[in-house]
DNA sequence: TATATCTATCGTAATTTCACGATATAAAAA
DNA sequence: TTTTTATATCGTGAAATTACGATAGATATA
């Protein structure tokens, strides 16, 4: 029988979990979050001086990092400084704490 | 001065780390993952019946969470049951714990 | 005003991801 | 043995990702 099929669509925490997890899914993201948590803010130019990328590479990474959510730029003429975005940031820590303990999501 | 430059290399446990974000991070992988953990393992059919997607789509997203090594798959003839991988699944919980909470990874 | 500095964006090429239907495989059931 | 069932794999096309150098923009500094 072809009864009822449960489409259990896929929900809205799920999908922000997924976001968030996409934009960590890069080893130089997580480095530049690294550093970024460690020390809550740095420089682009910091960031392009240690990782060994071309600097419109970094650039992009920071431009997934910042459109997930996870920092955000402040210009600081010429400079432009990057930080944690502290809501985001907890939420994903939420999430993940949440998918790992199996509560619902 | 173009003096020394500090290229800080990407980590192991910063790459371990974002191969498993890179796993979580779509969100029909996370749903089964949720399924996985709450009820520890099920069946391929149970999942496609569930999730809204074609079947070989699905069987495409469990291989590269197997191949992320998040889950393992047991023969059932002519079932297939899948599991998380516990100990994989508990050094992903550890490294994003690590991360949340600016441990050096 | 002209120049230097810092960073983003553009254009591009190679690769990977995502979704699908069709096909193949392997074991159970008829 | 043939058929059914359950799943994986193949082939495909569209879209996204990743890396780069070149270019552009905005603000200090000379």
Redesign the pocket.
């Known amino acids: 029988m072809e009864g009822i099929v449960n489409n259990v669509e896929v929900s809205i925490m799920e999908k922000r979990l997924a976001k968030y997890a996409?934009a960590l899914?890069?080893?130089?993201?997580i480095q530049i979050l690294n550093i970024l948590n460690q020390q809550s803010c740095c420089?682009?130019?910091?960031?392009?001086e240690i990782i060994?990328?071309?600097?419109?590479?970094?650039?992009?990474?920071?431009?997934?990092l910042?459109e997930a959510g996870l920092i955000q730029?402040e210009?600081?003429?010429?400079?432009?400084?990057?930080c944690l975005n502290k809501d985001s940031w907890e939420e994903a820590q939420q999430l993940f704490k949440n998918l790992f303990n199996s509560q619902k999501l």
């Open positions: 996409k899914g890069h080893p130089v993201r420089f682009n130019g910091y960031l392009t060994p990328f071309a600097k419109s590479t970094i650039s992009q990474h920071l431009k997934s910042k730029g210009i600081m003429p010429p400079k432009i400084r990057y």
